[in-house]
């Protein structure tokens, strides 16, 4: 059996599996009968990727899947890893911890991949990742949470492709209270991802001078929020939200409705709008506000090659929606990160000679050993340093304004700006 046009996801090709699934049904819903096929092949490189496709990350998620299948595509057709092709193993966690975890297991008993990448949302990653590491399955994640660098998981997970929290609010914190002001209420997600942007922006702006006026948590399932606006402090000079889930949209329209002209500066994270048009109807008040972004959505005058090249291999324009269709806007600011992680771990294989789960340990030292990720195709949104003490990359971040319903970025930060000093050293844990 071999790979495919879909770039190496894992299709049965044998007759007999056909023949069992129903007429009709994608040959992607019956992942079992086909890792029964193929893991004893020995003649690929298996990954699994436990994607968002349902639940709060579903936008995300989807776009994660399109990311990984265009960059699984391009490194089978410049011949895989060490001559073997790769195949991408996509279940659905549901963006639940519990299935999460059900899922690693799934991909190490049943599969039996040689790595998993791609868990985004940081609630599933904090229950995930410490049976990753019972199981010694490297565990690669595309998230941004602050547990990975301080400590709090195993030598198995690494977090190569895309900043932490910390790192992303310190490096732009200056520049907030410079331009915008120095009392801040938050609005932000009432679980593990949001409680990091609570703590380390509170810290990182009061270092600034500043203060937090409010903190405001939401439940990331909520879908009104009229109910938390009041409790905005007039003494408010900026407000930061970072919000996620289904409601988004909402979130910020009717925080529009509720402040009307006379409002604060605004400043997001653009996770609060990743995959939603910024010309919708009723966001005409975000004019002039602006967003944290890791990767620009809209293509900057002086965006490289390297943003060229990406957004064609996905399938996205200049304006970040979907070249197939315009109504599709992409997760631009976070998928990059998938993209990445996967050349990552084709550096790190190649680094190792890796032909099969016997080399792990070899996998987890080579990825260690990595240093500088210098932009280029792979590396598309900007040069990177991994610091290997702490399982994560630092990169650069950007500040965009809205302008015309669309995004220019005004503030690139540098590395240094985003760094601090080591928190962990997964190194020295046992294998």
């Known amino acids: 059996m071999t790979t495919n046009e879909t770039g190496g996801i894992r299709l049965p090709t044998r007759r007999g599996a056909l023949k069992g699934l129903a007429a009709g049904s994608s040959l992607l819903f019956a992942p079992a009968l086909i890792g029964r096929a193929r893991a004893q092949s020995g003649d690929a490189i ?194 930061y939200h970072v919000m996620v889930g289904p409601g988004v949209l909402t979130f910020v329209k009717e925080l529009g409705e509720f402040l009307g002209s006379q409002r604060p500066e605004i400043f997001g994270f653009i996770d609060s709008l990743e995959a939603v048009d910024l010309a919708t109807p009723q966001l005409e008040f975000l004019e002039g506000t602006y967003f944290w972004e890791a990767f620009p959505r809209y293509r900057q005058e002086n965006s490289t090659e390297y943003d060229a090249f990406f957004r064609k291999a996905v399938g996205v324009g200049d304006n970040g929606a979907s070249l197939a269709d315009p109504k599709d806007v992409s997760t631009y600011s976070h998928m990059f990160s998938v993209w990445e992680t996967l050349y990552v771990i084709k550096q790190a294989m190649e680094a190792a000679n890796y032909k099969g789960p016997a080399q792990k340990e070899d996998f987890i030292l080579a990825l260690e050993a990595m240093d500088k990720l210098d932009p280029s195709n792979e590396h598309p949104q900007g040069p990177k340093v991994f610091n290997a003490p702490m399982h994560q990359v630092f990169g650069v971040q950007n500040i965009s304004k809205v302008e015309n319903s669309a995004l220019k970025t005004v503030h690139t930060t540098s590395i240094e700006d985003g760094m601090y000093e080591p928190e962990a050293d997964y190194t020295k844990m046992d294998l």
């Open 46 to 239: 298996r990954l699994g990727a436990p994607f968002h496709r349902t639940g709060i990350g579903a936008s995300y998620g989807r776009w994660y899947e399109r990311t990984a299948t265009a960059a699984v595509k391009l490194i089978n057709e410049a011949g895989g890893i060490n001559g073997m092709p790769v195949e991408m193993i996509v279940e659905d966690d549901g963006t639940d911890p519990k299935r999460g975890t059900e899922v690693i297991e799934k991909f190490a008993t049943e599969y039996k991949v040689d790595a998993v990448f791609g868990h985004l949302f940081s609630h599933v990653v904090a229950a995930t990742a410490p049976r990753a590491g019972e199981l010694k399955m490297p565990y690669l994640i595309c998230s941004e949470s602050h547990q990975l660098a301080a400590g709090g998981l195993n030598r198995y997970t690494f977090q190569p492709g895309i900043t932490d929290v910390k790192a992303q609010v310190q490096s732009m914190a200056p520049w907030v209270a410079t331009n915008l002001g120095k009392k801040v209420t938050m609005f932000f997600p009432d679980y593990k991802f949001g409680h990091d942007h609570r703590d380390f922006f509170s810290k990182a702006i009061e270092a600034q001078g500043g203060e937090v006026a409010a903190l405001i948590p939401i439940p990331p399932t909520e879908t009104s929020f009229t109910r938390y606006f009041p409790q905005i402090p007039p003494s408010t000079e900026v407000i």
